[in-house]
């Protein structure tokens, strides 16, 4: 699994996935004329400096959305701070962007005036710091090179500076190179945790949101990753960087709806009622924050090296 499918995508798809879902709730009844229907649908994230809000409006009685809304006036605030979104085009329609940094254990409030004069708020906390364990060592195992007396597991555990029941997101990703690509760029390469036989067939399986806060893997999963990579590029166009452990924490918004939509639902049921887990007055949706906390580590040259890979 590629990185970049994980990443920015997911959160984009994730908000469009839940605009179309707020934008069909047929539960609404209102009698008499056709109503405007807002959805939003916003996660701050700390992984890009551009924070992107998504804005929709329906009507009652009619499943179209319509994204092009043209003058909303949208700004958040935060700790001494407040920002203006700005809009660009998407897929048809308009997103909003702002340029800003996203902090732990921070308050942000949203405010939207819609072209007919509503007023839309929503606040949220963005997740405390975590501290990942262990943080007493620079490499994947084998600690150190001279140490060959290591356990299979790869475990990774974090603590949070208060007690939560927020979305944990662990993710061990692979950073390297091409060695004939000429433009430097380094690739990235999400590990399956773990790999399953069923009727003498290999699965890989990869991590989902959790509650847990442990990440075990192990060596085997990551040395049949890396002899797949290397027989893909041919073996010898591989550079291997660093092994990078990220944990993304999502908000209690993001945990209640993630945790209502794909934990207690199988991939192939339709829920004909909607339940509105959003945070956002006056009109549906959610706006909420999710925070990466990486750790990395680098591959042990005597180790890795001797079993034929090439290391930075």
């Known amino acids: 699994m590629n990185f970049n499918q994980i990443n920015k995508k997911t959160i984009i798809v994730f908000v469009l996935l839940f605009l179309y879902l707020v934008a069909c709730d047929s539960s609404i009844e209102i009698e008499g004329d056709l109503k405007r229907i807002y959805s939003v649908g916003c ?4 992984q890009d400096s551009i924070q992107t809000i998504f804005l929709s409006k329906s009507y009652n009685s009619s499943n179209t959305v319509d994204t092009l809304i043209e003058e909303p006036q949208i700004r958040v605030w935060y700790k001494d701070s407040v920002v203006f979104f700005k809009k660009a085009l998407h897929a048809g329609g ?8 996203v902090l732990p254990d921070t308050k942000y409030e949203l405010e939207i005036i819609t072209p007919d004069n509503k007023k839309i708020t929503a606040k949220t906390y963005s997740p405390p710091s975590l501290k990942i364990i262990p943080d007493s060592y620079d490499y994947i195992i084998p600690m150190n090179d001279e140490d060959k007396n290591f356990k299979d597991e790869i475990v990774f555990k974090w603590e949070s500076a208060e007690n939560n029941y927020f979305l944990y997101y ?7 190179k091409l060695l004939n690509d000429n433009t430097d760029k ?14 003498n067939k290999e699965f890989e399986v990869y991590t989902t949101p959790q509650y847990s806060t442990i990440y075990k893997s192990n060596i085997k999963v990551l040395l049949r990753t890396l002899k797949k990579l290397y027989d893909e590029n041919n073996f010898k166009d591989i550079k291997l960087l660093s092994y990078n452990f990220l944990l993304i924490n ?10 209502s939509t794909y934990i ?9 009622e909607y339940i509105d887990y959003g945070n956002v007055n006056n009109a549906k949706g959610v706006f909420s924050t999710a ?9 042990s040259k005597k180790y890795f090296a001797d079993l034929g890979f090439e290391i930075n």
């Open 291 to 299: 925070f990466a906390f990486n750790k990395f580590l680098l591959f």
């Open 170 to 176: 662990p993710l061990a990703i692979i950073r390297y």
């Open 250 to 259: 999502y908000d209690q918004h993001l945990s209640n709806y993630f945790n």
């Open 186 to 199: 380094v690739y990235k390469l999400v590990l399956p945790q773990e790999i399953r036989k069923v009727d």
């Open 43 to 46: 996660i701050l994230n700390n």
């Open 94 to 101: 308009y997103k909003y962007i702002a340029k800003f940094d």
């Open 264 to 272: 207690f639902k199988d991939s192939y049921s339709v829920s004909l």
